[in-house]
């Protein structure tokens, strides 16, 4: 299964030419998943040929306009091209309400099934499951209610490797067992760990999303490992004064949390509108960690 | 004064390439007026190299999200860039809630006062008065409550005719009423009318925008004359069905209303996203009305 991110809005608040509020679509095989949706998000949809229909789930991570204001449109859009699937959204409890109202008074009674699940910013948390991925919240730490999204594939099925189950004399009713993640106990008590006895054909992919926020430890257990980290950068470091005040990171405290949490890739964005060149904060996140890309609207990564 | 009107999004619902949702600014001499605001009108803002901090006052014709979707991000970004001017928003009174409620849920107080005036749509009504123009709101025939905006400049003073007052034996105190605009009334109750006595510098400037609605007489009275009318056309007339099913106007009926109000120029706009080439929509609207432009974003109409 190929998995890809796209994005479509790497900006902040205010948008700037070529920059657009935060929006990413994270594309699975046959489905989209859409993480947050600014002001302008189906427009920059048409600008990079994506279809609304292949999204079936939205994640909104909090209520700051640059991250849900596009949302309202981008449903009304589903609805006029006649969606009948169903959408699933997950995020804070009053985008319920914000929405529908705006469907109530604009007379609108959508054709297809939307089901709104809030979410909560208290605790780490399993939102769902979709073809082999499971996608979690977690809390972040920013002015408002705010979480970011872990999702992970499940650990791929591997080959059982024969010789080394003989050796250890497993029985044959453990296989199925083994091939689904289990480590084995040997009849003495020791443990033989799943990856010994299983042969992994390609392996799972984490990627992890954490905007808007301060810096925070707490997150580093949960997206520790991941293959890719998508981690806001709103000022350089000169600015801590400021990004601190409006809990935001600087592009240095994003470098230290990618080597913290020993990820593997960093992609740094929500750049504020007074940086038009990037790279300066591409360099600062440099000095703490090595696989650092600094996100652009229109950027594809190809996670697999 | 200059006066110009400046096309920031002429397409309907759904977005295409190159056509954004509806939205313009009227441009007076110091001041911008804005007249409706769909999805991504602070982005198209940007594009055509226009001021936010210009807008003292917005008018929204109604609450489908093609005409107001990019209010909460335009005003989100004048605090953010440190508006401290008043703005004044003319619009359905359930817009005061919508926009109230994200700026609770996004904990935002604005730096600057903004005044809601919540519109009806039952009857033509004074909303206010800037730099000599007095703006009017009229009742339209859409789905939901929807109303039309006229922007009159207010009767421009000119010279009086010294010798003609002199010939028609007006008292020197009646000077200043008929260089506001008064008739005289002469001593055996002949009117001579006042553009007789007063040589009028230039001519004032009228501007009527109707969208969205179903063609209807009841606006020809209202509109009647106007320097300039921006109407809907959002089908071509063999989908005369399918606009009166939506009460939206085809381009042959544009023309009809601008032929029958006996306005002096027709500007046509939100075209259905099914057209890609706008000309055959002019073309059509042209057979009942001569001076037709179909609006494209970025277009600018020097009114004066």
Not at 286 to 293: D, G, I, P, R, S
Request: include cysteine; proline fraction near 6%.
């Amino acid at each position: 299964m190929s998995i890809e991110l796209h994005i479509l809005g790497s900006g902040s608040a205010t948008p700037i030419p070529g920059r657009n509020p935060t929006a990413q679509l994270l594309k699975l095989d046959q489905l989209d998943v859409l993480i947050d949706c600014g002001e302008g998000t189906q427009i920059q949809m048409i600008r990079f040929k994506q279809k609304p229909s292949r999204i079936k789930i939205i994640l909104i991570s909090h209520l700051h306009g640059d991250h849900y204001l596009g949302l309202m449109g981008l449903l009304s859009s589903m609805h006029l091209m006649g969606r009948r699937e169903a959408i699933h959204i997950y995020g804070p409890p009053p985008l319920q309400e914000i929405l529908e109202f705006q469907f109530k008074v604009s007379e609108t009674v959508l054709r297809f099934p939307l089901h709104f699940h809030p979410t909560q910013d208290k605790e780490f948390a399993h939102l769902t499951e979709i073809l082999g991925f499971d996608i979690f919240s977690f809390p972040l730490s920013h002015r408002i209610p705010t979480i970011g999204f872990l999702v992970k594939e499940k650990p791929r099925r591997g080959h059982l490797i024969t010789d080394l189950l003989k050796q250890y004399e497993v029985p044959i009713e453990k296989y199925k067992e083994i091939k689904a993640g289990a480590d084995f106990v040997t009849l003495d008590g020791n443990i033989i760990p799943n990856q010994v006895l299983v042969k992994s054909s390609t392996p799972s992919i984490s990627y992890a999303y954490c905007s808007d926020t301060a810096p925070t430890k707490e997150v580093l257990n949960t997206i520790r490992n991941v293959d890719w980290l998508y981690h806001e950068a709103t000022f350089l470091h000169e600015l801590l004064d400021r990004a601190t005040e409006t809990f935001h990171t600087t592009a240095k405290q994003a470098g230290e949390i990618a080597r913290d949490a020993e990820v593997k890739n960093l992609i740094i964005g929500h750049f504020s509108s007074r940086y038009r060149d990037v790279r300066p904060l591409k360099l600062e996140a440099e000095m703490a960690f090595k696989n650092v890309t600094a996100a652009e609207d229109g950027m594809k990564f190809i996670f697999r």
